[in-house]
């Protein structure tokens, strides 16, 4: 934009510097056919009067060509300045913009080294990889692919009882927050979250349908039938029950009524947010009694069963 504004400044100004050019161009040719300006002096205007009337004439003439040439002659020298200006802006508009195109330039190859050194990396890990599994499978005496798919199965071991240990720590948290939970009303016990409290009918038949739908993968945006976020899951959840809720979790709160920790009872929704804000919640998840709740909890996962604590302590409770 300043490269353009700049460009448009040296053609105005260089517009108007050939008017004022051929201004004094039409002036010098006036003075040259007035017998080199004899007739613009003074002593011109006394040889050549008749009459004092005509020598009063005579001098006003005079008075406005020397005007017209004095105006002439100025406005030439203020396009050249103009010009002079407009073009040097041009040329520092020009640098400008050059400067930029070249940081442009220097910071995609940047990117595009370390995008391909990351490559590099993945291609020497996963070669590194193949190797050892293939050193491994000779010492064994077995085949590559079998000793792939042990490492495999070791892998998907490993994650499912770190997953089994993250939950057991949850539901021992859930139980002491149950512990801890006061009573309302002194002397009288009120029941504990997902207690005995008989499951609501639209209840029932959110979390069968969210039941449904374990082990299909996490879709931003999706609303099913192959893939849910988590809003998508809620949402698609309590249609089943007859309750219409936006696929947006901090509006799926609004459009809910507020509960208390205490008050949850099974297909109930616990929602997050990193702000004691309402309006910021990023997640939510249906609960299902007994510290537990069912989620689609992030790419790369799949709709489950967790602890109501594993993503942390929720920070809002609602029901549809």
Same mark, same amino acid.
């Given at each position: ?21 051929? =201004? ?9 056919? +007035? ?12 040889? #050549? ?19 017209? *040439? ?5 406005? @030439? !020298? #203020? ?19 050059? #400067? !930029? ?8 190859? $940047? ?12 291609? #020497?890990? $996963?070669?590194?990889?193949? *190797?050892? /599994?293939?050193?491994?499978? !000779? ?21 499912? +009882? ?5 939950? +057991? ?14 009573? *309302?009303?002194? %002397?009288?016990?009120?029941? +504990?979250?997902? %207690?005995? !409290? ?20 996490? /879709?931003? =945006? ?8 988590? @809003? =998508? ?8 029950? =007859? /309750? ?27 929602f997050w947010t990193e702000t004691p804000r309402a309006q910021d919640i990023h997640h939510v998840a249906m609960y299902l009694g007994d510290g537990l709740m069912i989620q ?5 996962? /799949? ?18």
């Amino acid at each position: 934009m300043a490269l353009e504004a700049a460009q448009a400044g040296v053609v105005a100004t260089g517009a108007a510097a050939e008017e004022a050019r051929v =201004g004094l161009g039409r002036l010098a040719a006036e003075s040259y056919r +007035r017998d080199g300006g004899t007739r613009l002096s003074a002593l011109g205007v006394l040889l #050549d009067s008749g009459t004092p009337a005509d020598a009063v004439l005579r001098a006003e003439a005079v008075r406005r060509a020397l005007h017209e *040439r004095d105006e002439t002659v100025r406005r @030439s !020298a #203020d396009a050249a300045r103009r010009a002079a200006t407009a073009r040097q802006a041009a040329a520092e508009a020009s640098r400008v913009a050059r #400067d !930029a195109a070249d940081a442009v330039a220097a910071a995609y190859r $940047a990117a595009a080294d370390k995008v391909g050194e990351q490559e590099r990396q993945v291609q #020497d890990f $996963a070669a590194r990889q193949t *190797r050892l /599994v293939a050193e491994l499978a !000779a010492a064994r005496g077995t085949s590559v692919e079998l000793e792939r798919q042990r490492q495999e199965g070791l892998a998907a071991e490993a994650q499912r +009882r770190a997953e089994e240990e993250a939950r +057991r720590r949850a539901e021992d948290r859930a139980a002491q927050a149950r512990r801890d939970e006061p009573r *309302r009303d002194q %002397g009288q016990s009120r029941p +504990r979250p997902g %207690g005995s !409290a008989p499951v609501r009918a639209g209840a029932a038949a959110a979390i069968a349908y969210a039941k449904a739908q374990l082990g299909k993968p996490y /879709v931003w =945006g999706g609303e099913g039938p192959d893939g849910f976020d988590c @809003s =998508g899951l809620v949402m698609q959840a309590w249609r089943r029950a =007859g /309750v219409e809720l936006t696929h947006f979790a901090a509006t799926q709160y609004a459009e809910s009524r507020p509960l208390r920790y205490a008050d949850l009872r099974p297909g109930d929704l616990l929602f997050w947010t990193e702000t004691p804000r309402a309006q910021d919640i990023h997640h939510v998840a249906m609960y299902l009694g007994d510290g537990l709740m069912i989620q689609a909890p992030n790419p790369g996962a /799949v709709v489950k069963v967790s602890g109501m604590f594993s993503m942390g302590t929720p920070d809002f409770y609602a029901r549809p």
